[in-house]
């Protein structure tokens, strides 16, 4: 079967970061099996930012966790650049999470007996990155995200705000192709939020590919294109942030 | 940068089990009192092949030594108000071992004299060995003052006497002895030389304990002859002995096992009280041997439960902790951790953990033997490959115990491992 018409297909190959072709999950539960995804054909292009929205069971989780690698389609084809997702092993896709993607997560997900600074090096140990590179670079990054003084805190030393741009920061540090943001802003109130959002609106500008999953439709609003799943199939496409 | 990196892991695993201090030292009590085990055990049996190896070149590998043993049904003694016990070996048992048992080099017959001796105006009782100069050779002493007995001495019978350090010292004898005279019983006997004797400790008797001087055999027999009076509570024992011992040198230590049957053959026939026994060094070599391997698996024993014991403590309390950490797995693994990388994390953690209880085991399993030796006056001696072997039971301990957990973190599904609260 072929790809279903991509919302960006005048756009040159080259720039497309992720194609996703005809992709299917399916989860076996019990003897019933879940179509988690049904079949989603999509490109994402570099520097672009979308919203996946849909309702709970609609499978914008699921999208987010194959486009990050951390789970295999059942059927279709993935290909980040020009790798098949799907016929890798799972040291492969740890490798591909390591130095092409970017997670930030809606609780944060940082660890807590690691300081900032620890935290956000923590991509980078995996790297094998020295010490001293390792520390100027999360300096670096603390000073973008504007916690440049907090590098010797622990996260539980921090306000939630303060918490995700750690993340931020954290999910910055391998340089990643792409940043995959689950509901960033869940966990904050209205004014941290906006903050947050002001962030990911910042980083793609400078040419930063987002993919963000979200219900909440003024959160959608930042990115530039959105794309409406409804169980498991591509609802409908909006472009104009 | 691969050595720093091993450090960096290492400081990691350190700094994360300090988190929980209490739980982590009580996780390693079992590693500590194994480790502290097996080097205390190591130890004491090193102290005590030592101590019987080092008794066991004194004696002289080479050589039997008999005894005389007052027969049993002579000691159930009757009631009368005088006998005479006659039991022990003779002359003519030296005689015919030396003639008859070929592997057989030459023999040395000892008589013990009880005697009075005099100092000054004291007088204490002494036990005197009258015996050849062939004692000296065989037993192996090391001589501290004059000379030992010679042939002339006993050719012509002479008076004189070897004092051992510890005769000299309750003589109160010094260097200056040598040449003076001694008095023992009724006659007085000029000091020739001092020797070294051996000190009294550990499981296997020694055939010169507690004696205080040496005369030659011919001399005893003229002086005091065969029999012993002796006056108990309201009766009077003759007994008539006349050699308390015989040493028996063998040409070559494989020869001493036969040599000793074919001895006891030959006893067996002239003795039918089993008035003697015979005592080969090699066998009581064989016997602490044998005590010392039975010490070694019972503590082994000990170690191997306590290790085991503990090594399944700290697969539980490793296994709690991945359950814990479940999140933080997913973190890792979300980031880009590997497999492999989250085992090794976790195995460093728990050899981390092992390696210090080893420490602190061989801590505890050097202080002990020095307590035992101090409390007991038991010898130890700490091995250095048992403290190299303890640590490596830790790390082992450590890989073994800790790889199950491991690999449970590695095998989290890296979704549902975020996902847990």
Not at chain 2, 193 to 217: K, M, N
Not at chain 2, 225 to 230: F, K, L, T
Not at chain 2, 341 to 359: P, R
């Amino acid at each position: 079967m072929m790809a279903a018409p991509s919302p960006n297909l005048t756009e040159a190959d080259d720039d497309v970061v992720v194609r996703l072709e005809d992709i299917h999950k399916v989860y076996r539960m019990g003897t019933t099996q879940v179509h988690a995804l049904a079949g989603v054909s999509l490109s994402f292009s570099r520097a672009s930012f979308w919203a996946v929205m849909g309702p709970s069971g609609s499978g914008k989780s699921t999208m987010l966790n194959l486009l990050g690698c951390l789970d295999r389609p059942t059927g279709g084809r993935y290909l980040l650049g020009d790798q098949d997702v799907g016929l890798l092993d799972d040291d492969a896709l740890s490798g591909i999470r390591l130095q092409r993607i970017g997670f930030i997560f809606q609780s944060f997900n940082l660890i807590p007996q690691l300081t900032v600074q620890e935290n956000i090096e923590l991509p980078l140990y995996y790297l094998g990155w020295n010490a001293a590179d390792s520390a100027l670079r999360a300096t670096e990054l603390a000073e973008t995200v504007g916690l440049a003084d907090r590098l010797a805190h622990r996260p539980t030393e921090l306000s939630g705000g303060q918490r995700q741009r750690v993340a931020i920061a954290r999910a910055l540090s391998n340089s990643p192709d792409m940043l995959l943001v689950d509901e960033p802003t869940g966990n904050l109130d209205s004014a941290t939020g906006v903050q947050i959002m002001e962030i990911l609106v910042e980083l793609n500008n400078q040419g930063g590919t987002i993919v963000m999953v979200t219900h909440e439709t003024h959160v959608a609003g930042y990115a530039k294109q959105r794309l409406h799943l409804i169980d498991g199939r591509i609802d409908r496409v909006e472009d104009g942030g | 940068m691969h050595q720093l990196r091993a450090v960096r892991n290492i400081r990691l695993g350190i700094k994360s089990l300090m988190l929980h201090k209490l739980r982590s030292l009580l996780t390693i009590l079992g590693v500590v009192f194994g480790v502290g085990s097996v080097i205390a055990m190591l130890s004491v049996g090193e102290g005590a092949s030592r101590e019987a190896l080092e008794q066991i070149r004194k004696l002289g590998s080479n050589n039997i030594i008999i005894d005389s043993i007052e027969p049993i049904e002579e000691k159930e003694g009757s009631d009368r108000p005088e006998r005479v016990i006659n039991y022990g070996l003779t002359y003519e048992d030296e005689k015919r071992i030396a003639e008859t048992v070929e592997s057989v080099q030459r023999t040395v017959p000892a008589k013990v004299i009880d005697r009075e001796g005099w100092v000054g105006e004291r007088t204490m009782e002494l036990r005197i060995v009258g015996t050849t100069p062939d004692w000296f050779d065989l037993v192996d002493r090391e001589m501290l003052a004059g000379r030992v007995l010679s042939q002339r001495d006993m050719d012509s019978h002479a008076p004189v006497c070897v004092l051992t350090e510890y005769g000299a010292r309750r003589l109160l004898a010094t260097e200056h002895t040598i040449g003076k005279f001694v008095r023992m019983g009724d006659d007085y006997y000029q000091v020739v030389g001092i020797v070294q004797s051996e000190q009294v400790s550990g499981s296997i008797q020694t055939p010169d304990r507690h004696i205080d001087a040496y005369v030659p055999l011919n001399t005893a027999r003229d002086r005091y002859g065969d029999s012993v009076v002796r006056f108990a509570a309201g009766s009077t024992e003759f007994k008539y002995i006349e050699l308390a011992q015989i040493l028996v040198e063998v040409e070559s230590t494989e020869q001493v096992s036969s040599a000793a049957v074919a001895i006891e053959v030959l006893l067996r026939d002239s003795h039918p009280r089993l008035d003697y026994r015979i005592a080969v060094p090699l066998a009581l070599l064989r016997q602490t041997e044998a005590t010392k391997r039975t010490f070694n698996i019972v503590l082994g024993s000990i170690a191997g439960i306590s290790l085991l014991v503990g090594g399944i403590g700290i697969m539980n309390i490793m296994l709690a902790s991945v359950t814990e950490r479940t999140r933080e797995i997913g973190i890792r693994r979300a980031i880009g951790a590997k497999r492999r990388q989250i085992i090794g994390q976790f195995l460093i953690e728990t050899v981390v953990l092992t390696t210090i209880g080893g420490l602190i085991g061989t801590a505890l399993g050097v202080a002990f033997p020095k307590a035992i030796t101090h409390w007991s006056g038991m010898p130890t001696i700490v091995p250095a490959y048992s403290i190299v072997l303890s640590l490596g039971i830790s790390v082992g301990v450590g890989l073994v115990f800790g790889l199950y957990p491991a690999m449970r973190a590695a095998g989290l599904d890296p979704i549902e491992a975020l996902r847990h609260e």
